[in-house]
């Protein structure tokens, strides 16, 4: 896990890996998705909320500077994952949960395990732990659409803050430093999280709409200013090109050379299966070399669906699996949502096959039920 899907993927800070190899993942789990914990995805732990996938705990770790002398907060204790591997790169760690049967099982976790200089509390953590203030560091693991007051408050100045923003399915890491009263900015990867609990996503300003699902950005024509397409997110190995696109001036591509090793881009949005009957889901590919080293390593486009409580539904829609050179072409599928779906995550990825696999002009144009 941690060669292939962190130090591969840019993660350098030789603390934060001596962390992500020790931390036992599979016991911050339940015991039926033990077998997965050491794959790089998000995994459900209840309440519709999952815990991280490992490449983003260690990448938001590195993106903090965790320092041996650091007391940081942590919003959204979840599993206790993240708590365990800040535990032994910082002096404190103090971790909320606002979910009060996630923060009572995290607790548990976390204490049997150890991990002593871990506090938790059940509460609202954009209230933060003002008791506990100032903190060097602040890490929030749910993603509010601007930064809570009282966390800023509750840094010190000088210290630093990761945090998700942005709308439901459209999310970006920020890195704010405190200078005075002031929060410097700096945007990051994007991301995605799941649903806030409770009042924090009912009050969202801008919400998605389940009953017209679409492709966000499926031309990849806009993108953010590192040269990054807007509305994708966990993009491994990925380039955006531009020349002979089959929709508009930009494209993508997806190249891996070394078997087994993520090559991907993924999108979450609402849909409400009970509303959606179908939809025409179309993608344009061009394939250069591919190959499937190992049994399930081939190239294709998964949409996964979640119900309400976000566990994942069995139905799988999938295009592909696609192998060998070719050039352009079409592939279109007609998907039927289940009636309990409420949302999904489109995938296109080589799956660990190597060579390259371009992608453009993604399209989903839902019909109702």
């Known amino acids: 896990m941690v060669d292939h899907d962190i130090a591969a993927e840019g993660i350098k800070n030789p603390a934060v890996l001596r962390s992500m190899r020790t931390v036992p993942r599979h016991l911050f789990v339940g015991t039926e998705w033990q077998s997965a914990a050491y794959y790089d995805q998000a995994i459900p732990i209840g309440k519709a909320q999952t815990i991280s996938p490992p490449y983003i705990v260690a990448y938001m770790t590195e993106m903090l500077d ?191 050379k070394d078997p087994g090793r993520g090559a991907q881009l993924l999108q979450g949005m609402a849909i409400d299966g009970r509303v959606v009957g179908s939809a025409e889901l179309t993608v344009w590919i061009r394939g250069n070399n591919i190959r499937s080293a190992a049994e399930g390593e081939k190239a294709m486009l998964i949409l996964q669906y979640y119900d309400e409580i976000r566990k994942p539904i069995t139905e799988l829609e999938i295009l592909g699996p696609w192998q060998g050179s070719f050039d352009w072409k079409k592939r279109a599928l007609t998907i039927y949502p289940p009636a309990k779906a409420r949302e999904a995550i489109l995938r296109i990825a080589l799956n660990g096959a190597t060579g390259e696999l371009s992608i453009d002009d993604v399209r989903l144009i839902p019909h109702p039920r």
């Not at 994952?81 to 032994?88: F, R």
């Open 66 to 256: 965790p320092r041996p002398t650091d007391r940081v907060l942590e919003i959204g204790t979840g599993s206790g994952y993240q708590a365990a591997v800040l535990s032994a790169l910082v002096k404190d760690v103090y971790t909320i949960e606002v979910v009060p049967e996630l923060g009572k099982h995290a607790a548990g976790v976390l204490k049997k395990l150890k991990y002593t200089n871990v506090q938790t509390r059940i509460g609202d953590g954009y209230k933060g732990w003002p008791e506990a203030a100032p903190f060097d560091k602040i890490i929030v693991t749910c993603s509010p659409e601007s930064v809570p007051q009282p966390l800023i408050d509750q840094l010190k100045d000088g210290g630093k803050m990761i945090i998700p923003l942005g709308e439901r399915y459209e999310q970006r890491f920020y890195l704010f430093e405190k200078k005075g009263d002031q929060l410097e900015k700096s945007g990051l990867l994007p991301a995605l999280f799941v649903p806030m609990t409770q009042e924090a996503e009912k009050n969202r300003r801008v919400k998605p709409d389940p009953a017209h699902p679409h492709v966000n950005n499926g031309n990849f024509e806009t993108l953010d200013d590192e040269g990054r397409p807007v509305g994708w997110h966990y993009q491994r190995q990925l380039t955006v090109e531009s020349g002979d696109a089959p929709e508009g001036k930009h494209f993508v591509t997806l190249a891996n």
